[in-house]
């Protein structure tokens, strides 16, 4: 099986979550476990303001960048899980 280095940074909206930060980055862990991956690295950059923003409630949110190893198809399936998770704002994964 094929497995490529990618670098995952995700943009939380934890508007209205009550949890702490690290439990959501436990369920992204989680969902990058699920599609194949093992997790290198995860580090919480903190929160940052966005330069544009097309929300005037939404200007800053919470940057999390993971390192992890996977499969081709990896970043498809993250992105696929993703795309209803409220909690998440923006997902980008590059090859590292």
Partial sequence: MNT???KATFVLDTRGY????ET???KLKGVIASVGGSVESAENL?????????DRK???GIFVEVKFD??????????????RDKTVNRLMVQSA
């Fill in 70 to 83: 996977g499969p081709v198809s990896a970043p498809a399936q993250i992105k696929e899980k993703l795309v």
């Fill in 18 to 21: 009550d949890q702490d930060v």
């Fill in 58 to 60: 939404f200007v800053s």
């Fill in 46 to 54: 903190g929160v940052k303001e966005f330069s544009r923003t097309p």
């Fill in 4 to 6: 490529k280095k990618y």
């Fill in 24 to 26: 959501l980055i436990e």
